[in-house]
């Protein structure tokens, strides 16, 4: 059993950045791909970022690419979502999920909601223009 509590949520100006955090309980957290998800109001969720259990591999969304980091602390059992250059359209409420143990490490795999058996309560996320 997995439990997800994100924080770090809340409004930002277009161009900023916004640092979420997912803290984990469970003494297996290590064998869990952690991955972040968002969902805007009338959209479906999308695939935002996932880091592999083996701890090197990351998966980034294409809005995404290129602005957001995702990354782990394994003694912490921590997440951590970095996001720059925000933009309006980033407007949504993020998830935290957790997929395993041991999961997949395929691209396409991971970014279905699907494949995440673990999730957190969600936070949002507003960018202002």
């Known amino acids: 059993q997995v439990q997800l509590v994100e924080s770090g949520g809340g409004l930002v100006q277009a161009g900023g950045s916004l640092r979420l955090s997912c803290a984990a309980s469970?003494?297996?957290?290590?064998?869990?791909?952690m991955g972040w998800f968002r969902q805007a109001p009338g959209k479906e969720r999308e695939f935002v970022a996932a880091?592999?259990?083996?701890?090197?591999?990351?998966y980034y969304g294409a809005s995404v690419k290129g602005r957001f980091t995702i990354s782990r602390d394994n003694a912490k059992n921590t997440v951590t979502l970095q996001m720059n250059s925000r933009r309006p359209e980033d407007t949504a409420v993020y998830s935290c999920?957790?997929?395993?143990?041991?999961?997949?490490?395929?691209?396409?795999?991971?970014?279905?909601?699907?494949?995440?058996?673990?999730w957190g309560q969600g936070t949002q996320v507003t960018v202002s223009s």
């Open positions: 999920a957790a997929a395993g143990p041991y999961s997949s490490t395929n691209y396409d795999v991971l970014r279905r909601v699907s494949e995440y058996n673990y």
């Open positions: 469970g003494r297996t957290f290590s064998s869990y791909t």
């Open positions: 880091l592999s259990w083996r701890g090197a591999d990351t």
